[in-house]
């Protein structure tokens, strides 16, 4: 019984039309005689479906469409055609520091950025201290959120994200943060979560790291499906492709 | 629905709330300042034209300026909606429609503020006080579901047509000057007269001072009338919100 199924999973995004280009540039191409709609699709016909507990890894070059799959997937975007369907909650962190307010204080945001996340405020008044103690926050908590560093900004980020326990866990390059030491504290973090039975769909640039961790892999390709299936002998694929000796 | 987001939909109204008034000296008073500086201009301009003919004009003034602010504060800040939060739903999944609701609900807080000084206002102009005064929930509650749908229709619209800040702009300035907001249309043919009917923001203005200056409760069809205009324009709004919706996200 799949818990999460793509079933032809097409994105289509639309360049050049009215909306895109506004009222002027649609009547001065109109009178030109070169205004025309062109269609970009950022996925095409996408299917898998993962089991309970699988990992999945999605490899490609850059504009292979990995993004794009993940928003479908998560439900940010809808997708133009085809079907996701899945099981249970859905914890996407795609861009960790999405959300959260310049001006506000430390523990605002927080609750702001868990309240998005689909938390309660009772799971928030409880966790808040283990928040800031995991993200090594307390002698900033006076702070605004802009009066941080980048690496401080995220470490909060991520400890407001990694509470969670998620039935269908989705990574867009974010298996850990910040500098040295918190850079293993929060992948050991993920791990855990990991290790909990998330059934987990990786963005990563490292095969290495899809290789270790993924027992499954789906290759894109300019949002066309060329692989899904077993880790290493498309990982193998990949990697000569990647050196220039088959070309899709 | 709304129990499952409620606290999303809390943590939005108090940020939206510091965004609005964040650097400024005199913070949320300005929801009562904005109000009365408003009004102090049109009294000063407008009450050498039209003070002496129109009884209690300063109450009649405030009736039109608190009507006229309300859905002027709620339909740009309902315009601005989704663009303004586009950063957060485009990476998280969060329902959209919360973001037009959180602005709404800030210009409905700024309204109360407004109203209670309005009365203060009423009763140092010498207004008697009715139980009529109870019927003034019904244009309320109609100008709040009429500023959610024009807020789904501008969001919706923004979205694709970034022209529309301007335009709508010009519309509000439009508005203010045909919904005899500091001037009486009794002095106007039967023809005019009616014609002002055709505009919901009018008829709000017209049923508050109907209330509080003239302390009687307008007709059943106005009620009806108003009642008409609000759904179409709740309908129009979420109808195209809705078509648009799940849309929006290959535009920002």
Known sequence: MPVLTCDHVSVRYKVGDFRNIGLKETVMRKLKGCYRVEEFWADRDITFSLERGDMLGIIGTNGAGKSTLLKAVSGIMSPSGGRVEHEGNISALLELASGFDPDLSIRRNAYLRGAMLGYTREFMDEKYEEIIDFAELRSFEDRSFKQLSTGMQSRLAFSIASLVQPDILILDEVLSVGDGAFAKKSEEKMREILRGGATTILVSHSLDQVRELCNKVLWLHQGRQIDFGETGAICDRYQTFLHGEIVL | ?252
Not at chain 2, 181 to 201: E, G, H, K, Q
């Open chain 2, 1 to 252: 629905m709304l129990s499952k987001h409620r606290f999303l939909f809390e943590e939005l109204v108090k940020r939206d709330f510091d965004r609005k008034y964040k650097g400024s000296f005199f913070g949320a008073a300005w929801s009562v300042l904005n109000p009365l500086l408003t009004l102090l201009i049109m009294r000063v301009v407008f009450g050498h034209f039209f003070g002496s003919a129109i009884p209690h004009f300063t109450t009649y003034l405030f009736c039109g300026t608190v009507v006229f602010n309300f859905f002027a504060e709620s339909s740009s800040e309902g315009l601005m909606a989704l663009i303004s939060n586009a950063p957060i739903f485009t990476k998280v999944n969060v329902p959209k429609y919360l973001f037009l609701l959180s602005k709404n609900m800030q210009t409905l807080i700024n309204f109360a503020i407004t109203l209670s000084v309005f009365f203060l206002f009423c009763a140092i102009d010498g207004i008697v006080f009715t139980w009529k005064f109870l019927a003034l929930i019904y244009p309320i509650i109609m100008l709040l579901v009429f500023n959610l749908g024009v807020g789904f229709l501008l969001s919706a619209l923004y979205v694709f047509f970034r022209d529309m800040q301007y335009l709508w702009a010009v519309m509000t300035q439009f508005l203010l000057y045909v919904s005899a907001v500091f001037y009486s249309i009794d002095t106007f043919s039967d023809r005019v007269r009616n014609a002002f009917l055709l505009n919901p923001i009018y008829l709000f203005i017209r049923y508050s001072r109907k209330v509080v200056i003239d302390s009687a409760i307008p007709s059943p069809g106005f009620h009806v009338l108003m009642a008409a205009d609000t759904l179409a324009v709740l309908l129009l709004g979420i109808w195209v919100y809705r078509k648009y919706d799940t849309e929006f996200l290959y535009y920002i």
